[in-house]
């Protein structure tokens, strides 16, 4: 079975850095992008980026670039997405999802991580 | 940037109806590549719909998607409890960042 398992629920303080995790299960790891999206508390969905790690190549929303840097670790099957300095604003569940593609039927993410809630909070 | 506009914002319908959720675009999608997902209180998005009209593996063909260009719709027909729930579309067009729609809730009347 295909999944992704992401790391545990984090509670830091404002400045602090963190490093969440999401792994990959069920399938050739280094083939498919990984994405990140975040979802504020009550609020919808945010594409923050992607990462293929195959060779690394990372792309961001501008809307989160310099603030988070995605990478990986193929020996683990591991993507991660981190922060240098949290700030309260990060507060949110931050999802993984797997990129799948087709010439025909374009792009879409399947499957989906279980969630990060990190909660940022002095 | 493709900014997505969902319509409603919340739809109440009752078990047996039909929802008719919208998606609209503010650029052309390229080559339909739109996708919808479904989520419920506590968990992850579940994948629909890929390229604007393909049913994910196990997704009943209740669920429908139709659209190209800039306006694209997700059908649920006879309505089950267990639809109600947050849906959002995302395209794929162009170069990132892949951006999502703001939600439409879908509630039981």
């Known amino acids: 079975e295909v999944q992704l398992v992401q790391s545990g629920a984090e509670v830091k303080k404002p400045g602090e850095s963190l490093k969440i995790s999401c792994k990959g299960f069920?399938?050739?790891?280094?083939?498919?992008?990984i994405a990140w999206v975040r979802q504020m508390p009550g609020k919808g969905l945010e594409w923050v980026g992607i990462i293929y790690p195959g060779d690394s190549d990372t792309r961001y929303s501008p809307s989160f670039q310099g603030q988070v840097t995605i990478s990986v670790d193929n020996s683990i099957n591991t993507a991660y997405l981190q922060w240098s300095s949290l700030k309260a604003s990060d507060t949110a569940i931050y999802y993984c999802a797997r990129e799948m593609s087709s010439p025909i039927r374009g792009n879409w993410f399947d499957p989906w991580g279980q969630g990060t809630l990190v909660t940022v909070s002095s | 940037e493709i900014v997505l506009t969902q319509s409603p914002g919340s739809l109440s319908l009752s078990p047996g109806e039909t929802a008719t959720l919208s998606c609209r675009a503010s650029?052309?999608?390229?080559?339909?590549?739109l996708a919808w997902y479904q989520q419920k209180p506590g968990q992850a998005p579940r994948l629909l719909i890929y390229g604007a009209s393909s049913r994910a593996t196990g997704i009943p063909d209740r669920f429908s998607g139709s659209g190209s260009g800039t306006d694209f719709t997700l059908t649920i027909s006879r309505l089950e409890p267990e639809d109600f729930a947050v849906y959002y579309c995302q395209q794929f067009g162009g170069s990132p960042p892949y951006t999502f729609g703001q939600g439409t809730r879908l509630e039981i009347k």
């Open positions: 069920g399938y050739s790891f280094t083939g498919k992008w």
């Open positions: 650029q052309s999608v390229l080559s339909n590549y």
